[in-house]
Structures are given as C-alpha cells and as structure tokens.
C-alpha cells in the first residue's frame, strides 16, 4: 500500500519529469491528488477545465483549471510501486494532453491512452 504522502511524492516526480517548455507553457491549472473520484470510482485521473486552445480573449480572472489524479484506482493497476510510477507518469501526461486541448481519441492513437 502507498501512503496518500507518497503518492503525492510521486505525482510530483512525473511533473518534474515533463518537459520544461511544456511545462512553462501550462497556464492557469494546479495538479491535485485525491483517492477516488466520488462518482466514477475506477477513474485514473481527471481535466476539469478550459483548455489551452478553447480559450479567448475573454479568459481572464477564472479559476486555476483541475487535474486530479486518483490513488486508488492508479494502485489497484499497478503490481508494484515501479509499474505505480510508470501509471502515474502516463496519467499526468494524459491529463496535461487535455489541458492542452488534445483529445481522448489522439491520446489513444499515440499510446498515451
């Protein structure tokens, strides 16, 4: 079992692991952790937001976006803590995809599904 503390260690450790300029350009959107989202309990994670490319002039003032990324659900795929990083890693880049404006069916298509 992976203590809530740990989990955040490693969710930080695949933030640190994307790219810096794609890092710098997220914009307005704060990582979080939770264990399971309430009404969708095998959800490995989850953009609640305004993507990069949806937004207009008009975006201003709103709310930092969501993504949230799921304990147990990322734990009950993983054998151990090594195939834990690797669902982790996979998880937030699919969430940034979508913060990015990249949609489920490409994300499918390049193996980050």
Known sequence: MV???????LVADALDRIPAPLAAAMDNVVVLTGDAHPDDPDLLGLYEGVPLTERTHDYSGAL??????????????????????HEVLVTVVHEIA????????????????
Request: aromatic share 8%; no cysteine.
């Open 64 to 85: 930092p976006d969501r993504i949230t990324l799921y304990r147990d659900p990322l734990l009950s795929i993983s054998a151990d803590e090594a195939e834990l990083v």
């Open 98 to 113: 979508h913060h990015f404006g990249i949609e489920e069916d490409a994300l499918h298509r390049l193996g980050w599904g």
């Open 3 to 9: 203590s809530a503390a740990r989990f955040d260690e």
